[in-house]
C-alpha cells in the first residue's frame, strides 16, 4: 500500500498528496461497554469504524482522534481504546495523535491510554510527518464541558509556530472555533477564541482539524480552514429543526485529508454497508496510465 494514494500517476493538474490523514473523532467509549444512553455500541460502530480505515488499501502518514475519547473517562475505557487502535495503527504503520475532549478527564487518559503521569496537565503534542507538523491541543477544562486554551497552552504553541514547518502546520483540538445553528453546542463552544486567533495570525498553519459536534463541518476561523469530523459513536440528525436535533445510530463517517502543495481536501468516508458498483477498478486506472493525455480524455472525457 502506498503511504498517500494507491495510485500515484497524475491525470490533471494536481500532483498526489504529499500527506495523507485519517481524521476520527468522539469515540465515547465506556468501560464494558454497556450501551452509551441506552441505544449505542460504541465499540462495535468504533470497531466498523478502524474497519473501514483499513479498508481504504492506504498507508496514512497519521491517525488523528479529536477527542471525547471516552464518555466517563474511566480508565478500562481508555485501555479499551488503546487495544482496539493499536493493532490497526500498527498494521498501517501510522502514529495515532488523541486529542482531549470534554467527556475525557486528563489523569486517566494521560495514565491508561498514553503511559504517562495521571495529572491534569494539559494533553498536548507536536508530530513531523515528513516535513508536515501537526500539533494537539487540548480544548478540555477540568469539571466543564465547554472549551478553552489556558495561557501556558497558547505560549507554547506561539513558540512553536514563531518557526515555519517544510510543509506547514495543521492544528487538531476537540472544540471547534465556528459557531453551530445548534444551540446547545454553542453553549458548549471554545471560549476566547479571539487568543488562539492571535496566537496562530501570521503563521504557517494551514489547517485546523476538530470534533465535538457529532457532525460533519467546515468554516474559516482567522482566515483558516476548519473541518469537522462527525463521530464514530453515533451523529446528529440534522434533518430536524436546530432546537430538536438529537442523536441517531447512523450517518457515522470519518474524514480522509489529503494535504498538498497548495491545498488540503477534506474528504467525508461513510461507515456503511452497501452494495457498491464495480466499474472503476485499479485496473481501469493502470489502462488509464497507460494512454497519453489525449487518449484518456477521448477515452473518457468525450461524450457519447
Not at 103 to 111: G, I, K, S, T, V
Request: charged residues 20%; hydrophobic residues 40%; contains cysteine.
Amino acid at each position: 500500500m502506498d503511504a498517500a494514494s494507491s495510485s500515484p500517476v497524475q491525470f490533471g493538474r494536481h500532483a498526489p498528496a504529499r500527506r495523507t490523514i485519517v481524521h476520527l473523532s468522539d469515540t465515547h467509549l465506556l468501560a464494558g461497554n454497556p450501551p452509551l444512553g441506552g441505544r449505542y455500541d460504541t465499540a462495535a460502530n468504533l470497531a466498523r469504524t478502524l474497519e473501514a480505515v483499513e479498508g481504504l488499501g492506504i498507508r496514512p502518514h497519521a491517525i488523528v482522534f479529536t477527542g471525547d475519547l471516552t464518555d466517563l473517562g474511566e480508565p478500562d475505557a481508555y485501555r479499551a481504546l488503546k487495544d482496539a487502535v493499536d493493532p490497526v495503527a500498527a498494521r498501517l504503520g501510522a502514529p495515532v495523535v488523541w486529542c482531549a475532549g470534554n467527556h475525557d478527564e486528563r489523569p486517566a487518559l494521560r495514565r491508561d491510554l498514553l503511559g504517562l503521569a495521571p495529572t491534569e496537565e494539559p494533553v498536548t503534542g507536536v508530530w513531523d510527518l515528513g516535513g508536515l507538523r501537526l500539533i494537539a491541543l487540548d480544548s478540555s477544562v477540568p469539571g466543564w464541558h465547554h472549551g478553552d486554551l489556558d495561557e501556558g497552552q497558547l505560549a507554547w504553541l506561539r513558540d512553536l509556530l514563531s518557526a515555519p514547518a517544510p510543509l506547514g502546520t495543521l492544528l487538531a483540538l476537540h472544540h471547534p472555533p465556528l459557531p453551530s445553528h445548534i444551540p446547545l453546542f454553542d453553549i458548549l463552544e471554545l471560549r476566547d477564541q479571539g487568543r488562539l486567533a492571535d496566537a496562530i495570525a501570521g503563521t504557517d498553519v494551514r489547517g485546523v482539524l476538530a470534533g465535538h459536534l457529532h457532525y460533519s463541518t467546515s468554516g474559516t476561523f482567522a482566515g483558516v480552514p476548519v473541518n469537522v469530523a462527525a463521530a464514530t459513536c453515533y451523529t446528529m440528525n440534522l434533518a430536524r429543526p436546530a432546537a430538536a436535533v438529537n442523536g441517531m445510530d447512523a450517518g457515522q463517517s470519518f474524514h480522509l485529508v489529503h494535504v498538498y502543495d497548495d491545498t488540503i481536501t477534506h474528504s467525508v468516508v461513510p461507515v456503511v454497508e452497501v452494495d457498491t458498483g464495480g466499474f472503476f477498478t485499479q485496473e481501469w486506472v493502470d489502462r488509464m496510465a497507460r494512454l497519453t493525455p489525449e487518449e484518456r480524455l477521448l477515452s473518457f472525457s468525450r461524450k457519447r
